[in-house]
């Protein structure tokens, strides 16, 4: 099974730029379609973006497209969520997901899960 570790949290003014780093553990890293998640103070966990094992297909919740951009390394068992316009109801906790079966685009019944990174937008 995989393991994921997230870095690159912080915290950045509204309209900034943050570029969050997935390094998973492993050596079937390519195999599994990989995503991102996010759960802000009170909120439940939801959906940011999605990418399948290839990288040839990628999915964004309507809050953040156009904005964020999932992508992946597999060569460096990496994934990245590329953070412009930053806004300040983007302040959450945001944790990758990996699973071997599908785009992780809903929490529920994924195989693995990262530690978490907090980002705070400033406005």
């Known amino acids: 099974q995989v393991q994921l570790v997230e870095s690159g949290g912080g915290l950045v003014q509204a309209g900034g730029s943050l570029r969050l780093s997935c390094a998973a553990s492993?050596?079937?890293?390519?195999?599994?379609?990989m995503g991102w998640f996010r759960q802000a103070p009170g909120k439940e966990r939801e959906f940011v973006a999605a990418?399948?094992?290839?990288?040839?297909?990628?999915y964004y919740a309507d809050s953040v497209k156009g904005r964020f951009t999932i992508s992946r390394d597999n060569f460096k068992n990496t994934v990245y969520l590329q953070m412009n316009s930053l806004k300040p109801e983007d302040t959450a906790v945001y944790y990758c997901?990996?699973?071997?079966?599908?785009?992780?685009?809903?929490?529920?019944?994924?195989?693995?899960w990262g530690q978490g990174t907090l980002i705070t937008v400033s406005s």
């Open positions: 492993g050596r079937t890293f390519s195999t599994y379609a």
């Open positions: 990418i399948s094992w290839g990288g040839s297909s990628t």
């Open positions: 997901a990996a699973d071997q079966e599908r785009l992780p685009k809903t929490p529920g019944g994924l195989d693995a």
